[in-house]
């Protein structure tokens, strides 16, 4: 089985489990701080920790001077110790075919490989879309960057916002926001010697559209995943309905789960799904659920039975519990979510949060925006439960109009 996320049953960890007295104790620390230029700015999706303590991220921008200026990412590496080492730089201009923008993060194989996806460049796309479809590719240990697949639009789908999962084969999965034959995107396999297969195509009615999370994999081989429209949903403000769950079984056959209909029922689903051993699917979504400030709700953390039965655990409040949760969420042995969400909370700039269970939700931690980082985008723990994750922004005053090119940070028992 390959290290990077094959097979995932169920996205737990084995370390002693964090009550609410240890969250209290816990001690926040910034790792790094980007400065925006060569060193990458804006990180986006999950981070991956190897063996010796070591984060791989993703930065949308920084990195070069291609992309209009603003650069177009890159994928880095930083160290426990704080140190950070920019493996690979994308560049528009020097190599227009190898992609531009990667904000899903990636995975690793046993062979210390690193898998991910760009949202744009490609060249090769059948829409109009000014920066290209996107692709896949893999970066070796010696640094050595490879495109595995240039997306096409039409045929097999455009921007791959989610990261990838991958099989004990070699195959990797992952899914496509736009395009596809049917235009609401779609969910591809890509094997080792690069041949991709559609799947499923999202139609953009009652099947969903537009999915952005990561596909989780069960021990029988079926996927799941969300769609963040589509479905039918009408409660759901501006946009195209509110949203799916989806399951694809093992042959092939695309099932909804569950459809949002938004207000209490909750809003554009965006994370990753985590699946228990009973067969209880785990998510949140971006917005709905209980009045907030945000007239579209403040986002849920929801539990979904084998049996199709929904319930909130959680609605945020957009307080000082936070608003609009995002990001790779995760669950300790004795059912404690954690998680993050990307705004409000007692200083205003997004919190990371443990939710017991029962429905008690604990702010770990509440961002102050400035050094101490803003928007925090989904949490990863190592085998003692200390917890890392990443800032789109905030850390210093050299991007985003002074609100700071982002962080990483951990929160230490």
């Known amino acids: 089985m390959s290290r990077s996320t094959a097979a995932l049953w169920i996205c737990v960890f084995a370390a002693a489990v964090l009550s609410a007295g240890d969250a209290q104790a816990m001690h926040y620390k910034i790792l790094y701080t980007f400065q925006g230029g060569g060193d990458g700015s804006d990180p986006a999706g999950p981070l991956l920790l190897d063996q010796a303590g070591n984060l791989y991220g993703t930065t949308q921008t920084g990195g070069g001077e291609g992309c209009g200026g603003q650069g177009c990412g890159t994928v880095f590496r930083v160290t426990s110790e704080g140190s950070e080492r920019v493996l690979h730089a994308f560049d528009k201009n020097a190599d227009a075919k190898g992609g531009a923008y990667p904000v899903s993060g990636t995975i690793e194989d046993m062979s210390g490989n690193l898998f991910g996806t760009t949202q744009g460049n490609g060249l090769v796309c059948g829409y109009d879309y000014s920066l290209g479809c996107g692709t896949i590719f893999m970066l070796a240990p010696h640094g050595t960057k ?29 899914t496509a926001q736009l395009g596809g034959p ?100 785990y998510g949140t979504t971006q917005q709905g659920g209980a009045d907030c400030n945000y007239p579209m709700g403040c986002g849920t ?113």
């Open 182 to 281: 049917k235009g609401g995107g779609t969910v591809y396999k890509l094997a080792p010697e690069r041949t991709l297969t559609v799947l499923h195509a999202f139609s953009g009615g009652s099947d969903g559209s537009d999915p952005v999370a990561p596909l989780l994999e069960d021990a029988s081989g079926n996927f799941y995943g969300t769609t963040t429209e589509g479905g039918g949903g009408k409660n759901c403000g501006p946009y195209t309905d509110c949203g799916t769950v989806f399951k694809i079984g093992a042959n092939g056959t695309e099932s909804v789960l569950h459809i949002f209909q938004g207000g209490s029922d909750g809003t554009y689903p965006e994370s990753a799904l985590i699946l228990d051993q009973a067969g209880n699917l």
């Open 146 to 174: 490879s495109t595995l697949y240039r997306f096409h639009g039409e045929a097999d789908g455009a921007i791959p916002s989610a990261g990838l999962i991958q099989d004990s084969d070699g195959n990797l999965y992952g």
């Open 301 to 413: 953390v929801f539990k979904l039975a084998p049996d199709g039965s929904k319930t909130i655990l959680y609605a945020f409040k957009g307080e000082n519990d936070g608003a609009f949760p995002v990001g790779a969420f995760i669950m300790d042995m004795a059912g404690n979510i954690y998680g993050t969400t990307i705004y409000d909370g007692a200083r205003k700039n997004g919190t990371v949060f443990e939710l017991t269970p029962g429905g008690t939700l604990t702010v770990l931690h509440a961002f102050a925006g400035g050094a101490d980082g803003s928007g925090p985008d989904g949490l990863i723990v190592d085998s003692e439960g200390n917890l890392f994750g990443a800032t789109a922004s905030g850390g210093g005053d050299n991007c985003a109009g002074g609100y700071g090119c982002g962080t990483v940070f951990e929160l230490k028992r």
